[in-house]
């Protein structure tokens, strides 16, 4: 409060400067219209003046830069005999007013009145002061005025939970070790006094981590909710603006706000967009000072609270932890972390019960087929699949949400909106049909639990031609070397029936390299599966867990070894593509029947693929050999 009472003193020497300045403005203006008795004399144009020296007819001039005002000797009746008119440069005038005998004087430089240096000198620094003053007061909010420049003010909203819009933990399913850690929060929260007497240290700091839409937002409300205190939530990105020193004054205010209304909670979301590494990003030009100077101030502000009964709690959430700060992630400050991961079969069927609980599902529908089937989906995918199938149920005027719904809802998810407007070519079509056929065989004799659910020739989303859908029989958590190696012909097979069937290849299956490729990486450098390289890990952990190709960052190894890796991935991909092309050479009878029919139907699917599929055989030569030598 202390700080709102000297506010007052600037105040009033505002208003003070303020008057005065208008002072001035005001006298300046009207100095400008002060009747000047100049103006008074009638003015003549220069030519009758001079016509009337010729006459001799002037008496006496009097000439200034503005203005020559004379008098005539003998003015005729009633006119004036003073005129003035208006000088033009003329060096004759003087030896022309002697020759006449006029008598003439000039008037000194005109030099500024002391009225007018004043003006000058004092009046323009006097509107920066006030312009300026004007400007910090209105970003201070001391008047609480909201304007477009009050950018040092926290953009947080208070968040306060009412009955009815109050998340709980009820809300969030699917991540029970993440609920229990929160709920040691909620804990501090409600009963500080219980944690303070033993001595115990309240955790300042909670970090939320965990890939997009697994809940972590939804996480930090129900902690709110079930705490029942305020709740500031702001993201990252809005403390960062264009005027360095914003943001680390945004960071004060919120916390000097939340301090003021302790015991509350602040939610920082996308904490990465302020804690990124501060060594991290050497090469831009300019550098990052806002960043940097804004987490600076947050670490400052979570070090600088200590109140022991009136808790502040500062939980933050990210999908890059691997890019924060590590000075964000000490003691003292986001010293806990929480997992919030992608839900496991048991989670999805509670996620999908919370969903289908608010549409109308129809009797007999299976929410354990849809978990099932929705392998890596997250918590947002999850509530999207549910609202989808409502959609589609209700586009058909039913009143109730149905099982086939659900199925295509998961496919909507996963590949993007059906867009039958795309024409194909009939000879690209012939492509994406062997194309797929290709990837369903494949991966119908490859181990690993993957069955081949669905063929489709039917262009989806933005970039697949067609796809095809492979369904996990059950739960997987760990892969074996086969099946990784089986993932890989299954991608190659696409590209290697186009080869064994037209002898060239397009440019369709650009995804399906991109993916074969980084599994066969992450199984040399990651799950140390080679075994010339045996069971070291040359990535560095870390860089790709939430959000894929993060920069895949290699450990320091030898040059040898870099060749080593090299050969070894390529060798992996080599020797899946070869078997790739055994199994479509030794089932080509079955790969131009499926790819006939499909070109025919656009989708086979359920029991006549499973029957279809059912008549291929593994080869010889592509069951599990020897490595293929590379070329060095
Ligand atoms: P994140 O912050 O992790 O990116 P959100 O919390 O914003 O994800 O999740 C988006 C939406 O998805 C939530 O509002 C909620 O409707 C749904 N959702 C996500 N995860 C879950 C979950 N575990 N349980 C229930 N709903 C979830
Ligand atoms: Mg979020
Ligand atoms: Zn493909």
Redesign the pocket.
Known sequence: MALRQDENKPNRRFSIINLVLIGFGVLLLFSNFLPNPANQVPRVPYSLFIDQVNDGNVKRAFITQDQIRYELSNAPEGSPSVLATTPIFDMELPQRLEQKGVEFAAAPPKRPSFFTTLLSWVVPPLIFIVVLQFFARRSMGGGGAQGALSFTKSKARVYVPDEESRVTFA?????DEAKAELSEIVDFLKTPERYVEIGARIPKGVL?V????????????AVAGESGVPFFIISGSEFVELFVGAGAARVRDLFEQAKQKAPCIIFI?ELDAIGKSRGGSMGVVGGNDEREQTLNQLLTEMDGFTSKDKPVIVVG?T?QPETLDAALLRPGRFDRQVL?DR?DLS?RK??LE??ADKVKLAPGVDLDKIAQATSGF???????LVNEAALLAARVMRTSVEQGDLNEAIERVVAGLEKRSRVLQDDEKRVVAYHEVGHAIVGHLMPGGAKVAKISIVPRGMSALGYTLQLPQEERFLNSKEDLEGQIATLLGGRSAEEVVFGEITTGAANDLQRATDIAEQMVGTYGMSDTLGPLAYDKQGGSRFLGNGGNPRRVVSDATAVAIDREVRSLVDRAHERALAILKGNRGLLEDIAAKILEKEVIEGDELKHLLSSSVMPEDAAFTEPVPVPA
Do not use: F, M
Not at 378 to 384: K, M, Q, R, S, V
């Open positions: 809300d969030v399913a699917g991540v939320l965990g890939p997009p839409g697994t809940g972590k937002t939804l996480l930090a409300k979301d959430a999908n919030v839900p989670g509670t996620i919370i969903y997250a918590g947002a995918d999850l509530a999207n």
